[in-house]
């Protein structure tokens, strides 16, 4: 049974514009999140994380919120650029040092 | 600074062969893992370390053995391959506390013939 899920493959977006993509988990054991990109034939690259105490995490273009009720979080990435198409992973920590992925989300953002 | 190192980068196995995949960190990390990513399934978690001398099973561990007989170094081992385990391996490598950022290898692409 799949703990971290992304149920959206894929993602178009146009350049300048927001781009959302989602994350939920169903472990209530989870207390670390990260995203993760990945452009092919490489391997992944941290992104940006956010503790479970804190509700939002921002850097730059790119913002982490997590809602820990709805078990859900999600990256905002503001303004989308071309550079950004990637494969994006959603990631949780659990204690003793189990780290979690999504299946991936695939973002194409459009000039 | 290499970061995280995996070796070889591509292998081709007939069914049944084994082999070893290699990992190697310089970063004086205590937590490695092993990943496969399949399409549609993103990563999932064969197995981990969280030390010298430790490994535990992660999501999808059957068919495949883990050592951790050093600090830097983490195996991956698939005493009979399958073709089910046609896939890309990815190694990563984190500390325990403060920044949990797991830092990744470039993955080795395996095929099972």
């Known amino acids: 049974d799949q703990q971290v899920k992304q149920n959206s493959p894929s993602l178009s977006v146009q350049e300048g514009r927001i781009s959302i993509l989602n994350c939920d988990y169903t472990?209530?054991?989870?207390?670390?999140f990260l995203w993760y990109k990945k452009y092919p034939a490489e391997g992944p690259t941290f992104l940006i994380s956010i503790s479970s105490i804190k509700d939002k995490n921002e850097d730059g273009r790119f913002t982490v919120f997590l809602n820990k009720s709805a078990k859900h979080l999600s990256l905002h990435i503001v303004p989308s650029q071309p550079g950004d198409s990637a494969v994006y992973f959603c990631a949780a920590w659990e204690g003793g040092g189990k780290l979690i992925f999504g299946q991936g989300t695939e973002l194409s953002v459009k000039p | 600074n290499a970061g995280v190192t995996q070796t070889p980068k591509f292998r081709v196995l007939k069914t049944g062969q084994s082999m070893t995949l290699l990992c190697a960190q310089d970063?004086?990390?205590?937590?490695m893992y092993w990943y496969r990513q399949d399409p549609g399934m993103g990563l999932r978690l064969i197995h981990y370390s969280v030390g010298e001398g430790t490994t535990a099973k992660g999501e999808v561990p059957d068919g495949y053995n883990v050592s951790r007989l050093k600090k830097q170094n983490f195996l991956l081992g698939l005493e009979s391959a399958a073709p089910s385990q046609t896939s890309v391996y990815f190694c990563?490598?984190?500390?325990?506390?403060?920044?949990?950022?797991?830092?990744f290898g470039q993955g080795t692409r395996l095929t099972v013939v």
């Open positions: 970063m004086n990390h205590e937590y």
């Open positions: 990563a490598s984190s500390y325990s506390i403060g920044i949990l950022e797991a830092f």
């Open positions: 472990n209530s054991m989870f207390d670390y």
